[in-house]
C-alpha cells in the first residue's frame, strides 16, 4: 500500500478526475514552486472509482486556482495549516484566461502575430471567447 504523510502546511487538491493531474499541474506552474509537491494518480475512490490527489507543501499564494476550476470543475482545494484543514473550497472560474489555451481561427491576430498572449474571456453563458476576435473556444478540440 502506498503511503503519503499528511502536509502541515499548504495545500491538498482532491477530486481531481484520474489521469488529470500532471494536465493540472503542468498549468498551475507547480514545476517551479520551491516547494514539495506529491502528485498521486489513481487513488481508489468511493464517490467516482478513481481520482488523483496534489499535495504541495509551503506557501501557495503564486497559484492561480480558477485556472485548475477550467481544467477541471470538480476539484476541491483543501487548504490546510499545522496539519488540520481550515478550508476547503470548490474553485470557480476566472473572467479572463491568458495563454492557457490557443485561439483557432487562422484569421485572428494570434495566429500572425506569434508573441501576442492568447486572451479569452468568460461570457454570461459559460463559454469562453478570444479577446480579438471573438471565436468560441471548443474546449475538447483546442486544448493547449
Not at 474571456?121 to 474546449?139: A, I, V, W
Amino acid at each position: 500500500m502506498l503511503n503519503i504523510d499528511e502536509i502541515q502546511n499548504g495545500v491538498v487538491i482532491d477530486h481531481i478526475k484520474a489521469g488529470t493531474s500532471r494536465t493540472l499541474a503542468d498549468v498551475a506552474g507547480l514545476d517551479n514552486l520551491d516547494c514539495g509537491v506529491a502528485i498521486i494518480k489513481n487513488v481508489r475512490s468511493t464517490k467516482s472509482g478513481k481520482k488523483d490527489i496534489i499535495k504541495i507543501e509551503g506557501e501557495v499564494s503564486s497559484i492561480n486556482f480558477g485556472v485548475l476550476a477550467y481544467i477541471d470543475p470538480d476539484i476541491t482545494i483543501n487548504y490546510i495549516k499545522n496539519g488540520k484543514i481550515i478550508k476547503k473550497e470548490k474553485p470557480v472560474l476566472p473572467e479572463t484566461l491568458v495563454n492557457v489555451m490557443r485561439c483557432k481561427n487562422p484569421r485572428c491576430i494570434t495566429s500572425i502575430e506569434h508573441e501576442c498572449d492568447h486572451i479569452f474571456k468568460l461570457t454570461p453563458s459559460g463559454k469562453y471567447r478570444c479577446l480579438y476576435c471573438e471565436e468560441e473556444f471548443q474546449k475538447n478540440k483546442n486544448l493547449k
